[in-house]
């Protein structure tokens, strides 16, 4: 017999998931947070947690599909498509060598109430350091326009996100901003670089993580892959709409913010913050 109980609470973090992956105020401080105040916080839920990105991610593919077919079309005969491709794969590769080096002992160290608090507010800071900048730093405008040096630099602030509560779109979106990006080109290269990554962390840890699962587990994770794709479905189309006028100043406050609630929580007994 299905349990309702349990499948509302994964359409809950599959909505969590999907707001905020691809926003610059970490998915998984959010999904800590839900998961503690649901009751679903168990070693099971952490798979589910990573795992649900893949609906996230489906999303992404979905709103960009045109330019990953064209891509795809022209990979063979296409410099532009050939160097667009090398460049998402120099991206990807520092985040997997460092998370299979390190990802175990920052997983021990550093998920600590005052790690994550301090991530949180010290990512908020930064966002209003980058919206300083003046209009002159910006030297790439569009994705295409990026070199394989960039690229690595961006996959190198990418891995900054290992750290408990620092946001992997944030550290890709403001760490390419402050590399010369755009706001648009280091949003929509964030995007891009989130297809390998977060793909490969969910089929990482389900086969890591495989002893803990069963057939009874479909529906929850069906249920949590859905609502993740309809809540990040609206936010990338949103967010693509609300760069090409705004800033992300708002965001910056908001992870000041959480920070505090961070320390709040884990000060009353709320939330274990652990991983």
Known sequence: MLDLVLLAKAAVMGVVEGLTEFLPI????HLILAGALLGFDDAKSKVFDIAI?????????IVYWQKLRSTAAGIASDAAARRFVINVAIGFLPAVLLGLLFGKAIKAHLFTPTVVATTFIIGGFIILWAERRPA???RV??????????????????????????SRSGATIIGGMLLGLSRKAATDYSFFLAIPTLIGAGLYSLYKERALLSVAD????????LFSFISAWICVRWLLRYIS???????????????????????????????
Request: aromatic share 10%; charged share 5%; with cysteine.
């Open 136 to 138: 002159s730093a910006v």
């Open 53 to 61: 990105q893949t609906g996230a991610i489906l999303a992404v593919i």
């Open 141 to 166: 405008q569009d994705v295409d326009q990026m070199t394989p040096l960039d690229a690595l630099k961006v996959g190198l602030v990418q891995c900054l996100a290992m750290v408990p509560g620092t």
């Open 245 to 275: 006028t705004h800033n992300f100043v708002p965001f910056a406050w908001y992870r000041i913010v959480f920070g505090l609630v961070v320390l709040g929580t884990s000060w009353s007994g709320l939330v274990e913050w652990s991983a």
């Open 218 to 225: 479909l529906p929850m994770f069906g249920v949590g892959l």
């Open 26 to 29: 970490s998915s998984t401080g």
